[in-house]
T-cell receptor, first 114, second 110 residues
Framework: KAGVTQTPRYLIKTRGQQVTLSCSPI?????VSWYQQTPGQGLQFLFE???????NKGNFPGRFSGRQFSNSRSEMNVSTLELGDSALYLC?????????????FGPGTRLLVL | DAKTTQPPSMDCAEGRAANLPCNHS???????VYWYRQIHSQGPQYIIHGLKNNETNEMASLIITEDRKSSTLILPHATLRDTAVYYC???????????FGTGTSLTVIP
C-alpha cells in the first residue's frame, strides 16, 4: 500500500495570509491526525478527524482548522498566519483511530512564514 | 496520560547494539508502548510497539519490564542510517493522540 502523502512538501507564506495543507491517508484508513513540530515546542497534536468529524482537538487557537472528506482525505487550514506558525506539519493515519492501532506518519509539509 | 522519560542523547558505535531506555512509570494496564524515530525532520517512522511481552521485528526488539514501568528499544546492529531522534510514546486510551516528548538523539559513530 502507498503510505501517507502530504502536499505540498514546502511552502512559503507571509504574515496575515492563510494556507491549506493536504493529507491523503493510507488506503482504508479512516482516521487522520495532524501534528505541528517546532524546535521550541516539539511535536504537538492539533486535531484528529474520523469519518468526516473532528473527534479530538489539541490546544491550538481557532486559526487552526481542518476538515475531512468522504474519501478520508484531510485538509488543515491556518488563517492569519503568524511568524510562529513556521513549522513542520505532519499528518498521521490509522484504520479506525482506536488507541490500539499504530499511527503512520506522512513526510510532512514544511511551512515558512515570513 | 502516561508520560515518558528518555535520555536526551546517546552514542553508539557502528555495528554494535544500541540500547535506548525509556521510563513510563505511570503507564496504565492497557496502554501500549510505541517507538518511533525521526530522521532529520522527516515524518516519524514507526518502529515497534508492545503491551506486556517482549517484541521483535525486522527493525528492532522491544523489552518491557515485568512491572511495565520501563522499556528498552534494541537496535541489534546499528548503522549510520540509524542516526535519528527516537521517541518512546505511551499510547493513551483516551484522546487518540500521541504525546511526543523530547526523545533520545542517537548518533551512530563510524
Amino acid at each position: 500500500k502507498a503510505g501517507v502523502t502530504q502536499t505540498p512538501r514546502y511552502l512559503i507564506k507571509t504574515r496575515g495570509q492563510q494556507v491549506t495543507l493536504s493529507c491523503s491517508p493510507i488506503s482504508g484508513h479512516r482516521s487522520v491526525s495532524w501534528y505541528q513540530q517546532t524546535p521550541g515546542q516539539g511535536l504537538q497534536f492539533l486535531f484528529e478527524y474520523f469519518s468526516e468529524t473532528q473527534r479530538n482537538k489539541g490546544n491550538f487557537p481557532g486559526r487552526f482548522s481542518g476538515r475531512q472528506f468522504s474519501n478520508s482525505r484531510s485538509e488543515m487550514n491556518v488563517s492569519t498566519l503568524e511568524l510562529g506558525d513556521s513549522a513542520l506539519y505532519l499528518c498521521a493515519s490509522r484504520e479506525t483511530g482506536s488507541y490500539q492501532e499504530t499511527q503512520y506518519f506522512g513526510p510532512g509539509t514544511r511551512l515558512l512564514v515570513l | 496520560d502516561a508520560k515518558t522519560t528518555q535520555p536526551p542523547s546517546m552514542d553508539c558505535a557502528e555495528g554494535r547494539a544500541a540500547n535506548l531506555p525509556c521510563n513510563h512509570s505511570t503507564i496504565s494496564g492497557n496502554e501500549y508502548v510505541y517507538w518511533y524515530r525521526q530522521i532529520h525532520s522527516q515524518g516519524p517512522q514507526y518502529i515497534i510497539h508492545g503491551l506486556k511481552n517482549n517484541e521483535t521485528n525486522e527493525m528492532a526488539s522491544l523489552i518491557i519490564t515485568e512491572d511495565r514501568k520501563s522499556s528498552t528499544l534494541i537496535l541489534p546492529h546499528a548503522t549510520l542510517r540509524d542516526t535519528a531522534v527516537y521517541y518512546c510514546i505511551v499510547n493513551p486510551r483516551t484522546g487518540n493522540q500521541f504525546y511526543f516528548g523530547t526523545g533520545t538523539s542517537l548518533t551512530v559513530i563510524p
